[in-house]
């Protein structure tokens, strides 16, 4: 059981636009930026969103994140095949029973 | 280019021990912090443990606590993850992740397989 919550896929056409969601509570995300990894099948997470809305240099514009309270969302337009990939959410916790660095459980988003 | 290389995964029985290493180059490597997550189909991705840039602070979750141990050589550019007393519950790619200047991770290795099974 993850420490923030994802919707378990997500899926739209080629061109579409979607967003995923990423819920947690105030000793996480209502207090700490969020990051957003993507993950290719069978390759490692690669950072897609830092600082809850930058983008490191290379990743298109297509990809977006915001925040509001203990929710973030990533939000992906222009949808196109090579998207295809699980999506994790990931931030600090200051409940360290839940270890400092917490993610999402993930969600596979599928282009139709 | 950073760059992170783990190695050292396999399969071992319950029980057994196993060390992990991860280089690293395309970076000044005493200057950041490090972690090992760990990733498994039913759990998802899961830190596992963190070390200093300097290698005096440590920090580990409570599913490995006083069993693993994280160390780091600032002169080989290498960190290493010492796995005890291993569970199956253990079983799990294994990714050396880079701490970024600010608070988020920006780089993960290609990730090593460590399987726990008799």
């Known amino acids: 059981q993850s420490v923030l919550t994802q919707p378990p896929s997500v899926s739209a056409a080629p061109g579409q636009r979607v967003t995923i969601s990423c819920f947690g509570s105030?000793?996480?995300?209502?207090?700490?930026?969020v990051s957003w990894y993507q993950q290719l099948p069978g390759t490692a997470p690669k950072l897609l969103i830092y600082?809850?809305?930058k983008r490191p240099s290379g990743i298109p514009d297509r990809f977006s994140g915001s925040k509001s309270g203990t929710s973030a969302t990533l939000g992906i337009t222009g949808l196109q095949t090579g998207d295809e990939a699980d999506y994790y959410c990931?931030?600090?916790?200051?409940?360290?029973?839940?270890?400092?660095?917490?993610f999402g459980g993930g969600t596979k988003l599928t282009v139709l | 280019e950073v760059q992170l290389v783990e190695s050292g995964g396999g399969l071992i029985q319950p029980g057994g021990s196993l060390r992990l290493s991860c280089t690293a180059s395309?970076?000044?490597?005493?200057?950041?912090?490090m972690h090992w997550v760990r990733q498994t189909p039913g759990k998802g991705l899961e830190w596992v443990s963190a070390?200093?840039?300097?290698?005096?602070?440590?920090y580990y979750a409570d599913s490995v606590k006083g069993r693993f141990t994280v160390s780091r050589d600032n002169s080989k550019n290498t960190l290493f993850l010492q796995m005890n007393s291993l569970r199956a519950e253990d079983t799990a790619v294994y990714y050396c992740?880079?701490?970024?200047?600010?608070?988020?991770?920006?780089?993960w290795g290609h990730g090593t397989l460590v399987t726990v099974s008799s």
């Open positions: 105030s000793s996480n995300i209502g207090n700490n930026y």
């Open positions: 990931g931030t600090w916790d200051s409940n360290l029973s839940a270890g400092p660095l917490v």
């Open positions: 992740v880079k701490n970024s200047s600010g608070y988020y991770i920006d780089y």
């Open positions: 600082e809850n809305n």
């Open positions: 395309g970076f000044t490597f005493s200057s950041y912090a």
């Open positions: 070390i200093s840039g300097s290698g005096f602070g440590t």
